[in-house]
């Protein structure tokens, strides 16, 4: 695959959907947001608890978490609707992210009379950007334009046995192809991260690496105390883990063998091709929220135990670690990579497997977390309210 | 397809993962090696040796070190924490 069909965007990103997102500013505005996107054809309400009460870190995450969402590439319009009063300004959000270059439109709620009139003001304006995102046609476009998120999320024994290495076999030949693949989830990498260190494309990204995993580290000391066991020690024991090393590199794995190109903030978009790392928490709604935000098209989520969980932006692939998960979630889950255990295939087949299930995605194939309507959103904050 | 009862996750391990619970003396069968007997009984998802292992040598599992034996292992053992530790101590 070369080349595939997608919306081409001004910012000259490429969507594989293509969403009207109605976002809140803040969670005040979340009652007028969901109606308005029951109405509209094509809308994703992307409601929250956040926007206002917090300190200027968690400020600036929101907000660049929701900036990140609207320029997403699978986003082709967007509504943004505030309250009036709030902290993340309705306004400021519209206006980044209309620097992408798409339709942007903002409502505040206190300035247009109440919920009522916002939610009908809403709806004209939804409709109409429903309206021409319906007449858009998709255009063929270099197969780079990929990027692809990694995620895991109740994992067990076999995560790292099958499930990952498919989905790192799977990275590796996306980077080969010009893609940019995300791995995120630093907490995962407590314990393999001179792995990682070896693959930093430089010095810079070496110490970033370093940085990002060692306050991790520090952080799940200091908040957890004597339970920081369930996150930094091998885990699963019973499970034939050895060691941290063994656990962490089992979770890395997802990303293949390519070299590290940049570390990531939380929700930032990558500046390079190739294999980057984004500094998100282990939690896996977060950390696909800020996937999503980074502006991945997909996410690959691979699972143990079965998860629903699926970003409302990028469709989420869900890959399955054992035959009983699959069979047991099969409404949830894609792709068994339980097929490994049972001895019908290899991880090269799996993976191949995964390939063709990313481009019937691309083609609008609906991914079980679609079908599902899973919506999953959560952004992360780090201090009290106030 | 070879029905195989053990995963080798990169051909630079020396150990397998087993798929299913390998009794003692039954044979450990991976799709990049010659099947080997099992000296213990290996539950499912856990390792076994490819090789022998001296003695504070490197245990080789997605092709990196994941711990440091602490006894001589010998082909067809089953590997963890009775007789392997971690690298570096956390």
């Known amino acids: 695959m070369k080349s595939f069909l997608g919306y081409e965007r001004a910012d000259g990103s490429v969507g594989i959907r293509n969403y009207l997102a109605v976002i809140p500013s803040v969670a005040c505005a979340n009652g007028v947001v969901n109606q308005i996107a029951n109405e509209v054809k094509g809308a994703i309400p992307i409601t929250h608890g956040y926007g206002c009460g917090a300190g200027p870190s968690d400020l600036v995450t929101t907000s660049n978490t929701l900036s990140g969402i609207g320029r997403n590439p699978n986003v082709g319009a967007v509504l ?7 902290v993340v300004n309705a306004d400021s959000l519209a206006n980044s992210i209309a620097e992408s270059g798409k339709p942007v439109e903002h409502l505040l709620i206190q300035e247009y009379g109440g919920s009522q009139k916002t939610m009908e003001k809403g709806i004209e304006i939804a409709r109409k950007m429903s309206g021409r995102l ?8 270099p197969f780079d334009k990929l990027v692809i998120g990694l995620e895991c999320g109740g994992s067990d024994a076999f995560s790292g046995v099958t499930a990952n290495p498919c989905v790192g076999a799977v990275s590796d030949w996306l980077v080969e192809r010009g893609c940019t693949v995300i791995l995120s989830e630093t907490t995962e990498m407590i314990g393999a991260e001179h792995v990682l260190e070896r693959r930093a494309m430089n010095e810079e990204v070496r110490r970033r690496i370093a940085e990002i995993v060692t306050r991790m580290e520090q952080a799940t000391r200091d908040i957890l105390g004597p339970l920081a066991g369930m996150v930094i020690a091998p885990g699963n024991i019973d499970g034939g883990i050895s060691t941290i090393a063994e656990k962490s590199l089992g979770c890395i794995r997802k990303g293949g063998t390519s070299p590290i190109m940049e570390v990531l903030e939380y929700a930032q978009a990558p500046t390079k091709k190739g294999l980057v790392i984004m500094d998100t928490p282990g939690y896996d709604v977060e950390s696909i929220s800020a996937l999503s935000a980074g502006g991945a098209q997909l996410i690959l ?3 143990g135990r079965g998860t629903p969980v699926g970003s409302p932006i990028s469709p989420t692939i869900k890959i399955a670690s054992n035959s009983e998960t699959y069979h047991k979630m099969k409404d949830d889950i894609d792709i068994n990579a339980g097929t490994i255990i049972d001895g019908d295939k290899s991880i090269t087949e799996v993976r191949d497997e995964i390939v063709q299930f990313i481009e019937r995605v691309i083609e609008e194939k609906k991914t079980k977390a679609e079908l599902n309507k899973q919506a999953v959103f959560g952004i992360l904050k780090t201090a009290t309210s106030f | 397809m070879k029905k195989v009862n053990a995963l080798i996750i990169n051909l630079e391990d020396n150990v397998a993962i087993a798929l299913k619970d390998i009794s003692q003396g039954k044979k450990v069968i991976t799709l990049d090696r010659e099947p080997f ?6 539950p499912y998802s856990h390792k076994v040796a490819l090789i022998h292992i001296p003695k504070e040598g490197k245990m080789v599992k997605y092709g990196e070190t994941i711990a440091i034996a602490k006894t001589d292992i010998k082909p067809g053992e089953w590997v963890h924490i009775h007789n392997v530790e971690s690298e570096v101590e956390r």
Not at chain 1, 80 to 86: A, F, K, R, T, Y
Not at chain 1, 136 to 141: I, L, T
């Open chain 1, 80 to 86: 943004v609707i505030g309250l009036g009063c709030e």
């Open chain 2, 37 to 42: 007997l099992a000296l213990n009984d290996i």
């Open chain 1, 301 to 303: 989520f691979t699972t």
């Open chain 1, 134 to 141: 319906s007449k858009e046609a998709k255009v063929e476009v």
